[in-house]
């Protein structure tokens, strides 16, 4: 009976391990999600990070897009196996920035946190280049226009 317990045992472990290889391998594949949120003055880009230290992030732009990268490296645990690694290692996002996004190489305000909570918070400043327009209402047709406006 401990020939078949130990054959079943193999087999399941078998099972676990491909099928938590490829659970880990379509996570690597699907971009990793992000938030865009928008003050007056920057962007700030959010990505989840758990179980990240900062050596394992890589984050860059190229031209108008904000690339990020992290490779994950598991733990081991003494007197523990891996039975599912359902996991993704290296998980990838890019974000294609609003056109006011300032990403230039003398730019020095653009900065990357980790967060203890496990986000990668990326700040980018908007340029000063940008000008607001005030938008005015057409005056009714039955009003007469100013002295100034003829």
Same mark, same amino acid.
């Given at each position: 009976?401990?020939? !078949?317990?130990?054959?079943?045992?193999?087999?399941? &472990?078998?099972?676990?391990?491909?099928?938590?290889?490829?659970?880990?391998? %379509?996570?690597?594949? $699907?971009?990793?999600?992000?938030? #865009?949120?928008?003050?007056?003055?920057?962007?700030? =880009?959010?990505?989840?990070?758990?179980?990240?230290? /900062?050596?394992? =992030?890589? %984050?860059?732009? !190229?031209? @108008?897009t904000l690339e990020v990268r992290i490779d994950r490296?598991?733990?081991?645990y003494d007197g523990f196996e891996m039975r599912f690694?359902?996991?993704? #290692?290296? #998980? /990838?996002?890019?974000?294609?920035?609003?056109?006011?996004?300032?990403? /230039?190489?003398?730019?020095? &305000?653009?900065?990357?946190?980790?967060?203890?909570?496990?986000?990668?918070? %990326?700040? =980018?400043? $908007?340029?000063?280049?940008?000008? @607001?327009?005030? !938008?005015?209402?057409?005056?009714?047709?039955?009003e007469e226009p100013d002295e100034d406006e003829e």
């Open positions: 009976m401990t020939g !078949v317990t130990e054959y079943g045992r193999s087999a399941v &472990n078998a099972v676990l391990s491909r099928v938590g290889r490829g659970m880990g391998h %379509v996570q690597e594949r $699907k971009p990793l999600p992000y938030d #865009l949120l928008e003050s007056e003055e920057e962007y700030l =880009i959010v990505f989840d990070a758990p179980g990240v230290k /900062t050596e394992d =992030i890589q %984050v860059k732009f !190229v031209e @108008t490296f598991r733990d081991f690694p359902g996991r993704g #290692l290296s #998980l /990838t996002g890019s974000v294609e920035l609003p056109e006011d996004a300032s990403v /230039t190489k003398t730019d020095a &305000n653009a900065a990357a946190t980790l967060t203890r909570s496990g986000t990668l918070q %990326v700040k =980018i400043p $908007k340029t000063m280049n940008t000008k @607001t327009v005030a !938008v005015e209402e057409e005056p009714d047709e039955d």
